[in-house]
């Protein structure tokens, strides 16, 4: 009854639900501000994030004639519950240690792709034909991102297993332990063999999160937001809380993945400087990437992510494999 | 994968994020590949030429050049060059650079502008605000020298409305040698920008036989290796003692149309020094003579190509006929030919490519 409890309070509290969302539209806020200030425009206020949202959901929603009423009310709701358990497997180091101590890696990598399948599933129950084209583009994205993403957890979970097991062979799923394990023996962003993994990682993120140049699925002058546009309202608030969930969830992963070390006990101090990670993660992989680049056309983003990250996860694979 | 029904429609526009103005295409595609575009237009129709037939000769110098926003100075140029052709009218020296000189002026901001949407399509959003902060300075250009930043009025019958003091020339060649720099940065990242390159390279093929059978026009032509320009080809205004290279472009994709646009920034800045620097003194404006019964034709390199005016006059101030031919009209017809199986990611990009101008056609 307890461990039920503690359950529904970490995934509306902390770190899931409230914290996630405030800490992701902080993000989300900050990377507009910042990518602005890179454009030499002034930006919109830190908290427009939550403006928009606030906005959108005193609104009227509004639900196409010819939509499938079910999945198209359901699909947002799915992505949003799908994330919001996500982010209370993500382990804060020195502070949290994910649900029940259990934060698998396989759990999170099948929780992942909620977001992109409730775009799906809202595209296709939209009935238009831009949801049409957004839901094939969103399902070759994923295919291209999710490829390296498995290699990326593969070569993480082979590194841990084989340092736990002494050298032999062997696999370490438990996100808490593997966080523990870079404790005691160095972080694996600063590993020789995981460098090309966590390269491969920072590629993966502005897949992931939707971001140029990998906008594909909600390309705003090709398909206008594609699966989005029949959205208004409620359920595009719920989109958007969703994609803030998704930024603390892919940010916090990346984070205890390759740096999950602390600096104090005391967890405040912990809390800021896992933060601040995410922080520095965010700008480097989103904020520089999509002021400095324009839209990869489909095929030439699927080409590019079958290539690039997946060459530098296999690199790392091998490399966990032969050392 | 069966191919037998395999294909539906999608509705572009006539509003949508990538048009700058209303047309409508309906695609039928297959996957993500155009199998046919059918375009229907007529969303901006105003009855332009129908109100010119109604109002004076005066007035319609004011009407036309609201015909369109970016090109509004060529559509009263082209005007006004019809009525002194009809009266046999002779512009004095000095309203001949300076109309050339505006021309040049809007022709500059115009190709940037179009660069910029291309930017923007491709989502590359640094780079559509970098080349619209350099169109800025063009901007102010025309807003301090003729007081407007899209319809400079300067062109009137007979010459030009605003005459502009030494202080203005100096003014414009001080602000060139901030544009120069900053468009020769430009230039180098949409030729080298892999991003850039990658999406417009071979993208929206029109093969020289096509574009010569098409008729097509402007910075259209000269990107598929057409040696065509108005301002070469039956010199007008200042042209003739003005020293420019007409720029061509073999590539034939959009890649080359928009190496030919910013290469004729290049041309358009030096015209707009030797118009500063040779601008003889004297007056800026001829009187009009009686209207008599004739008719006649003029035609101007616009930014988009050859804009072409008719008008006949049957002895009143009224035109008996105003009839006018604008680049995009013959460029329209090449998208058919560069959509051919092209990705619907690329429609908007290729219909950018020929810089459609929508309120001029359908006006």
Known sequence: MTDTLLGILHMSIFPGGVF?????????????????????????????????????????????????????????????????????????????????????????????PIPAMAIMLGGSASSSPFGAIGFSREMLMMLAYETPLLMILLSVAMLVGKGLAGGEWGA???????????????????????????????????????????????????????????????????????????????????????????????????????ILKCLVLMVVSLTLVKSATGRFRIDQAFRFYITVPVALALCSLILVWVM | ????????????????????????????VEGETIRDVNLTSGHVHRGMEAMAMQRNLLQNATLVERVCSLCSNSHSFTY???????????????????????????????HLFNTAIQAHIIGFKSLFMHTMEVREMMQDVKETVYGNRMNLGQNCIGGVKCDLTPELFTYILGMLEKVEPAVEELREVFATNSMVVGRTKGLGLLPKEDALRLGVVGPVARGSGINVDVRKASPYAAYPDLKFNVITNDGCCAYSRTRVRLDEIFESISMIRQCCRMTPDGPTKAYLPQITVNEACARTEAPRGEVFYFIRTDGTDVPQRLKWRVPSYMNWEALGVMMRDCKVADVALITNSIDPCVSCTER
């Open chain 2, 80 to 110: 006004c060059m019809a009525v002194e052709n009809v009266t046999g009218l002779v512009i004095p020296p000095r309203a001949r650079f300076l109309r050339s000189l505006a021309e040049e002026i809007k022709r500059v901001a115009s």
């Open chain 1, 20 to 112: 996630a969302l405030a800490l992701g539209f902080f993000f989300k806020g900050l990377d507009r501000r910042l990518e602005a200030r890179l454009q030499r425009r002034v930006g919109p206020p830190l908290i427009q994030p939550w403006l928009d949202a606030a906005k959108l959901l005193t609104k009227e929603t509004m639900i196409p004639k010819t939509a499938c009423r079910q999945a198209f009310l359901l699909a947002p709701v799915f992505g949003f519950t799908g994330m919001a358990v996500c982010a209370a497997f993500i382990p804060i180091a020195g502070v949290y240690n994910g649900l029940f101590n259990m934060g698998d890696l396989l759990v999170i990598f099948y929780l992942l």
């Open chain 1, 172 to 274: 370490e799923f438990s996100l808490l332990k593997i966080v523990a394990w870079q404790q005691e023996n160095g972080s694996l962003g600063l590993n020789p063999s995981m460098i090309p993994a966590f390269i491969a990682y920072l590629i993966f993120l502005p897949g992931t999160m939707g971001v140029p140049p990998f906008d594909i699925p909600e390309a705003e002058t090709e398909i206008i937001e594609g699966p989005l546009l029949e959205y208004g309202g409620p359920l595009l608030a719920l989109f958007q809380i969703t994609s803030a969930l998704k930024t603390f969830v892919v940010l916090g992963l990346g984070v205890a993945l390759f740096f999950p070390g602390v600096i104090s006990a005391w967890w405040p101090i912990n809390l800021l400087w896992f």
């Open chain 2, 1 to 28: 994968m069966n191919t037998g029904n395999s294909t539906f429609t999608i509705p572009l526009g006539p509003v949508h994020v990538a048009l700058e103005e209303p047309v409508y295409f309906r695609l039928t």
